[in-house]
């Protein structure tokens, strides 16, 4: 017997304000980030929260002690006690990952109303100690030692210069790359200048400070108090006074004569971001109006030792594939600044036909992107990229978008560490 569909719908989207790592949110951990945008969530749709049946949270920097950010959201807000939840990680694209298996589970018909979305703080990352250090002191510590136990500890410590713990890096484990290295290299290959970087920023910052003013945000963004009693209502890196000619002064951060800077690469942030989806049926049943649907998602992996953010050339695609669409049937293009060299690739790429014929298997190429369409209200450079949320503010502002335009159909793309490339075609209900 055939198993009727449930189409899976957004419903709506809330987010924390995003600001820089080590600032303002410095007090909140990812798991209090991710309360605050799903509370936010829950205050402005009205949806009750014994209705929530399932969380599904991704994350990037997750919490030692509670890594199961989802579990912990439903216990902090009091939900019912039968809202379960799981966590994800996939790099930057977890939190699309997170969002596309909330909809995958409710179009399999196993719940209903869902609530997805992901959240980090870098200010709170873990400080690793070296190894050497966990294997001698962890006996001792979850034993019952005596006093010559702890003499062995500081015999196997000795020499003592190599156990200071270390300085966390953003780096691929297989190869040692620094992501800002990796960006490096994607402006080389493809030939991407520091001036198309550069102007690439400035339009990112300008746009995000033009939906701030004109308050595009302000159905997603929630307010926030901090511990010290400090509201923030928004976006806190965002430069509306940015110029070409102000970011053509910074220095490059990973070469001495690169091209990649502190201003044309995304920064380090805290935040988080939900998205409330139900089954079609139920969402008109309690009164809600869909804003947008899944036509399709893709994630694919390439070889991180080639060039590790360019998956989207891939990914996105893909995903109009399985959408039946084209490029030119895309009436809106988001794709996840993680630098401005990385994004400029992937267009590129889209616009090449050796790319089509090499890696896609196919006689033409995808097409270019329009610049009217893509990421209309800026992305990761000037907004701030909190890893595991940035996946989840991607669909919300463009669910809202799509809604509030009468637009057709947007296409997402996120690279990610691992080689990772992730990608989600949306339609307008």
Not at 110 to 136: C, F, R, W
Request: charged fraction near 20%; charge should be negative; proline fraction near 4%.
């Amino acid at each position: 017997m055939a198993v009727k569909r449930n189409r899976a719908v957004v419903v709506a989207g809330a987010r924390t304000p995003f600001v820089r790592a080590f600032t303002d949110f410095t007090r909140l951990d990812s798991i209090a980030l991710a309360g605050a945008a799903v509370r936010g969530l829950i205050e402005r749709t009205g949806i009750a929260p014994g209705e929530i049946q399932s969380i599904v949270w991704g994350g990037v920097v997750l919490p030692s002690h509670a890594p199961n950010i989802a579990r912990e959201i439903a216990l902090d807000l009091n939900l019912d006690f039968g809202c379960e939840g799981y966590t994800v990680t996939r790099a930057c694209a977890s939190g699309l990952q997170a969002v596309t298996s909330a909809a995958a589970a409710i179009e399999r018909g196993e719940y209903d109303i869902m609530i997805a979305g992901g959240s980090d703080s870098t200010s709170n990352a873990e400080i690793k100690l070296p190894q050497k250090v966990v294997h001698a002191v962890a006996p001792v510590a979850l034993g019952k030692p005596k006093a010559m136990d702890y003499l062995d500890v500081v015999r196997q410590l000795a020499p003592f210069t190599d156990i200071l713990p270390r300085q966390p890096k953003i780096s691929e484990r297989t190869t040692g790359e620094v992501m800002g290295e990796s960006a490096e290299k994607m402006a080389r290959i493809n030939g991407i200048s520091r001036a198309d970087q550069d102007a690439f920023a400035a339009r990112s910052h300008q746009r995000a400070a033009a939906a701030i003013a004109s308050g595009r945000f302000d159905d997603e963004v929630v307010p926030i108090t901090t511990p010290s009693g400090t509201l923030i209502e928004t976006d806190g890196l965002v430069r509306a006074n940015t110029s070409i000619e102000k970011l053509a002064a910074l220095k490059p951060v990973f070469e001495k004569n690169g091209t990649v800077t502190a201003g044309n690469a995304s920064p380090l942030t805290d935040g988080a971001s939900a998205v409330l989806l139900m089954s079609e049926e139920k969402a008109r049943a309690l009164g809600f109006t869909p804003q947008a649907a899944f036509r399709s998602w893709s994630f694919v992996s390439v070889d991180p030792a080639d060039q590790v953010l360019i998956g989207p050339a891939i990914s996105m695609p893909r995903a109009l594939d399985k959408a039946g669409m084209t490029l030119a049937d895309i009436d809106l293009v988001d794709i996840h600044e993680a630098f401005a060299a990385q994004t400029l690739s992937v267009l590129k790429m889209l616009e090449s036909a050796e790319w089509a014929k090499t890696r896609l298997d196919r006689d033409e190429a995808v097409g270019s992107v329009d610049i009217d369409k893509l990421n209309v209200h800026g992305g990761s450079i000037s907004l701030g990229h909190p890893f595991g949320a940035t996946g989840a503010r991607m669909v919300t502002t463009m669910a809202n978008e799509l809604a509030r335009t009468g637009k057709e159909a947007a296409l997402l793309g996120i690279c990610a560490a691992g080689g990772i490339g992730a990608s989600a075609v949306l339609e307008r209900i």
